[in-house]
């Protein structure tokens, strides 16, 4: 293929598929978009989405950010959901983007969906082509992008955004091309601001950039031929020398990367760093409920850096608590749940912060990891003591919620339900909504409206 | 200094200084603003911006641009006249830059500016210091950044607009910092895009960035302490070894860089590469009215590669001639002008195309150019041939405009006067006012209204 027309070739593509033939995708897909629904809603009281508004000023819309009162323009509900998606670091990971696909494709998808008044077939078809769009460019660009400091998930999730706008909004291909381009050269988001609202800001940006990307486009504004490819092009001054521009079509949709590798859901609203541990710590309080002021230390083992993300070593509150393994094991061991409220942003419980004390990190650098393992290399030991001299261990290597260990139907509606916990009955019956998804006429009607309203 | 600090050291400048005591800085910054304003004037029918202004939806606000009827919010303006600016390609340029600083900042500035009713006096203080942190941003980047691929009008401007708007918005230097942050992570804009509509737009996008991340800053969104500095900040990101982090703030204001090197402003709505032609054809054409039938050849000597930019050999219309030296020089030869009329987008006239096809163009490496040259390394030799057998030559190293040659008062005023042709009586007059700028208690008067009116 010549690599002056990938992005064509990858336009083609997204027209032109047709995604809901797939049983499987069509399944992954309305799993999605209800995981992406319990993360919004968990996130719906953080007071960056009120910022943001602020700074955004004062229209009025036909969009809606889910669980928050009143309609936005399009364009600026696509960022504050974007945004909210990604708050609590919630929301799904995929292997192939090394982020979070549907934080920013479905903010931006519903946005434009509810403005247009689009049916949910075209939704969820939009939603497929995204995430393999976002997928592909990851694969495409290869392991450097991330590595020379761009956080993947905005870099990505514009152009995916722009190219599932332009599937719902049924562009030609020569229109989605341009889309493409035009999200292409708005991508940016550099993980210097890691670990604070910056990051969650830069998916509300991307979802932005790839909704705007697509109305430019519509409206005629036309850039490039070649955007992607070419020495000036997005794989080039992205990705640099790894980049494999053909990897952006070859194998599209065999299978859908919805389905395999497939979406990572978390289980609980911190850090995925953690996910071995808090599984970990479950499993051992599970297996014999521990009386905590017995405990004497706990030992958490990982492979060397693989508690880099977890940056937080004596949180004080929940917020912080979400980046520190010391607090997610202790309250895993000592509530046997890791739930919202967990990591409210309110002071830690005492009993808590002294258990969280008795935790200390470990490195070992000869345990082999599993096959499986998730992300690749990585595992967790967690081992507690107790005072009689007993210990009980349990070791961690693919995280339940990854691919490889998905959540049962009941624990994805569990997440879903403690998340929307609060609101108006209509949002109870949003997991029966999504299961039928593909005969909704309009997506107008798909959120419940909130007002200014008490929760029940 | 600590490299960690260097966003600080530079919000710490931004806020802290007083360009205002610096005549030159305010004449200069003057000037900048007439020639801004002209710019902006003379696209102002580029259909372009009715198609921008489709995409973005139809929101009513306070800002305007400048020659198009209504106001629209601040964030939209930005974005409408920072593409409008640049469209023609004749806005300024700035050596240090290596791109266009103020179709950004002064896009981003003007709609903050009529939003909050500031004053001309804190307007021209905070353009003067967008420039200076665009320019120290393009020294401290270095000349990788531009050749890896990226715009650095756009991702210089964005950060430069957050400045400019901090500045005059009275941040502190805590959310100075946090502004200047906020749009280095929304950097970018790739040379892909270069000779389409996406090229002028991304000074639009930029300008809209910048304000959007002081808005953000102002309303309290808080990103990392250190987003320029650093592994994965902006400058080891966008410039890799090349940069070097501390010429972003020394030697601030000493002189001011919108003084020395300064500001180059366009003769004409046309390629600066072919600039240098252009004031020898014309130069040609005052020495000897010549008989253009009478003309055999007209050979134009390049340094190899100095043409490159020129990418149009056969134009048939004015906009396609905007990069053509072979129409330059024909025009130019002919008309012994190059103004607005001449680009327009319409076909080209019969024995101006005829002319051109007389044009060759030619490569010396032999030629030395003059320690003066701008850019650099760059001259233009134009020859004309007539039936006769007598020749006519003229060379060009520094254009007209460019900082070693700048245009008198009255050349600016009539680069200004044939953009403004057709308006109202109240854009007559804007030359006076800007020149007062510094008395003007309230910037929302400073632009004349324009209902949808008939030009006169």
């Known amino acids: 293929m010549s690599p002056e027309a990938i992005t064509r070739q990858l336009a083609e593509r997204v027209v ?16 999605g978009v209800l995981d992406w629904l319990a993360s919004v809603l968990a996130a719906r009281d953080d007071q960056g989405a009120e910022r943001i508004a602020a700074a955004l000023g004062q229209g009025a819309g ?16 696509a960022l504050v959901s974007g945004y909210l998606t990604h708050a609590l670091d919630y929301d799904d990971v995929h292997e192939s983007v090394r982020g979070h696909p549907s934080a920013v494709i479905l903010s931006a998808l519903l946005a434009e969906a509810e403005e247009r008044g689009a049916s949910g077939a075209d939704f969820l078809a939009a939603y ?52 493409i381009g035009l999200a292409a050269t708005q991508a940016g988001g550099i993980r210097a601001h890691f670990g604070t609202d910056v990051k969650p800001l830069h998916a509300g940006l991307a979802a932005r950039a790839g909704l705007l ?12 031929a070649e955007p992607l490819g070419g020495r000036l092009g997005y794989f080039a001054v992205f990705g640099g020398e790894d980049a ?27 850090c995925s760093a953690s996910h071995h541990a808090a599984d970990a710590a479950l499993a051992i309080r599970a297996s014999r409920m521990p009386d905590i002021t017995a405990i004497e230390e706990v030992t958490v083992t990982f492979p060397p850096g693989g508690d880099a993300a977890l940056i937080v070593r004596e949180p004080t509150t929940g917020v912080e608590g979400r980046f520190s393994v010391e607090y997610v094991v202790a309250a895993a061991l000592a509530d046997g749940e890791l739930g919202i409220g967990t990591f409210a942003d309110k002071p830690l419980r005492p009993e808590l912060v002294a258990l969280a004390a008795k935790v200390r990190r470990r490195y070992d650098s000869s345990v082999v990891p599993a096959p499986d393992a998730m992300p690749k ?13 007993s210990t009980l261990t349990q070791r961690v290597d693919c995280p339940r919620g990854a691919p490889g260990r998905p959540l049962s139907p009941e624990e994805r509606a569990a997440k879903y339900a403690d998340a929307s916990r609060g609101l108006p009955a209509a949002w109870q019956d949003m997991p029966g909504k999504i299961a039928r998804l ?16 008490q929760e029940v």
């Not at 047709?18 to 499987?24: I, K, N, R």
């Not at 036909?62 to 509900?77: K, M, T």
């Not at 290399?377 to 001299?389: K, N, Q």
């Open 244 to 270: 494999r521009p053909e990897l952006a079509v070859e194998g599209w949709g065999e299978p859908w990367q919805i389905v395999r590798p497939g979406l990572w859901f978390k289980r609980y609203p911190c």
């Open 16 to 31: 032109g598929s047709d995604p809901l033939q797939d049983a499987p995708a069509c399944e992954a897909a309305r799993a």
């Open 213 to 224: 990307a697509m109305r430019l486009a519509e409206a005629g504004i036309a850039g490039a």
């Open 377 to 389: 290399g990585r595992f967790t030991i967690v081992t507690v003591s107790f005072a009689d001299g």
């Open 62 to 77: 036909r969009a809606s950010v889910p669980g928050r009162p009143g309609r936005l323009p399009a364009l600026d509900a």
């Open 438 to 453: 593909e005969q909704l006429a309009d997506m107008h009607s798909f959120i419940p409206d909130i007002q200014n309203i």
């Open 128 to 179: 497929v082509v995204g995430v393999e769009t976002m997928c592909r460019l990851g694969l495409a660009l290869g392991r450097s992008h991330y590595e020379a400091g761009w956080h993947s998930t905005a870099t990505l999730g514009a152009v995916a955004a722009a190219a599932a706008c332009a599937r719902l909004a049924g562009l030609s291909v020569q229109a989605t091309a341009q889309a």
